[in-house]
């Protein structure tokens, strides 16, 4: 029984997204009580009839050099990165728990994170933030890590032309800088997906200064939705399957280049940002990658497909964790588990 667990972060004290420091030690225990926990290319290339887990981790935040790394290391634990490598930071090594256990600095110095929204926030307003790891603080950590790839950027973009609602002040969300990098009242929203999931959706030029210029009054969203189909000709473009295809493909090969430069390694893992990806994408993906992840929840088993491998979030509270480890961790608990997941029972 083969299980990959995946989480984000490991914050200091109270988890925003993800687990706290004290979760993950208990999470970590746990796991180790209940399988061997092995390397992550072990687990997918090498046959065992015991019960085996790898950890991994999703972006590359900089909590999981600080935080995660001195914990995984004191414990003797093997993990890897899905690394989003347009993110990374050139240089500079931040202060760990290492460095606290060592007097070397006091806790409250270490690196305290914001949230994952404000870290996607930071990064796409200014192409940088202190929020996620740098080149040299990855390659401290191969005592411990193994590196695979999650893609360049991690962008959430629109899939189609279809406006869902429209920005009023209150609702903002950081992909709609992706295609006005000042929004304003009125600003329409589309549904998304990750960039690596299909084809892109681009507004025109014509669409936003319509909605920037229409007069904010009583219903306006509604009565700006009937105006638009009324009176809108160019909604935008929506690029061609080839397009898409050949875009993502660069994305997923370029980021596959730059960690292996930058790492002095072989990639051969990669996880889908946001877990979204479409038969398109997979077949793309499939050409670059051997082993490819979703966010989907099962084992891993010979019969498995290496190109749609399941994961299972560990979740951010001990009572989360504690029913996750223990559903995966045995037969009866995983039947139980697909009777109940449609109430999202674990």
């Known amino acids: 029984m083969n299980v990959v ?44 009839n ?26 003797g634990i093997p993990a890897h990165i899905f690394i989003t490598s347009g993110r990374i930071l050139e240089g500079g090594v931040r202060r760990n728990l290492e460095d606290y256990w060592n007097g070397k600095v006091s806790f409250k110095e270490l690196f305290k994170p914001k949230s994952m929204f404000d870290g996607h926030l930071e990064f796409v307003k200014y192409s940088k933030s202190q929020e996620f790891l740098s080149w040299e603080e990855l390659d401290r950590m191969r005592d411990v890590f193994s590196f695979g790839a999650h893609g360049e950027f991690h962008f959430s973009i629109p899939q189609s032309g279809e406006i869902i609602d ?35 959706f681009e507004p025109s030029k014509e669409l936003l200064e319509f909605c920037r210029e229409f007069k904010k009054e009583g219903n306006w969203k509604e009565e700006l939705k009937k105006r638009i189909e009324r009176e809108v000709k160019n909604l935008g473009r929506l690029e061609s399957e080839n ?21 002095s390694t072989r990639v051969s893992t990669f996880s889908w940002p946001f877990g979204h990806y479409s038969k398109l994408s997979k077949e793309v993906a499939s050409d670059v990658y051997k082993f490819i992840f979703t966010t989907k929840r099962g084992f891993f088993s010979k019969e498995t497909d290496i190109k749609e491998i399941p994961r299972v979030p560990l979740g951010k509270d001990i009572f989360t964790i504690l029913g996750r480890i223990l559903t995966f961790s045995t037969g009866v608990g995983f039947k139980i588990y697909k009777t109940f997941r449609r109430n999202k029972a674990v």
Do not use: M
Not at 68 to 73: C, D, E, F, R, V
């Open 5 to 48: 667990f995946f989480l984000h972060r490991v914050y200091p004290e109270r988890g925003k997204d993800d687990l706290n420091l004290k979760n993950f030690i208990r999470a970590l225990k746990l796991i180790k009580s209940r399988f061997r926990i092995v390397p992550l290319d072990a687990l997918v290339e090498e046959g065992s």
């Open 50 to 75: 015991e019960r085996r887990a790898a950890i991994t981790f999703d972006d590359g935040y900089t909590d999981n050099f600080v935080y995660a790394y001195p914990i995984l290391k004191k414990l």
């Open 166 to 200: 429209f920005y009023d002040g209150r609702n903002f969300h950081w992909n709609v800088l992706l295609y006005s990098k000042e929004p304003f009242i009125g600003l329409p929203k589309f549904r998304t997906r990750s960039s690596l999931y299909g084809r892109k």
């Open 243 to 263: 397009e898409a295809r050949e875009r993502i493909r660069r994305e997923l090969t370029y980021s596959k280049e730059e960690i292996e430069r930058n790492l």
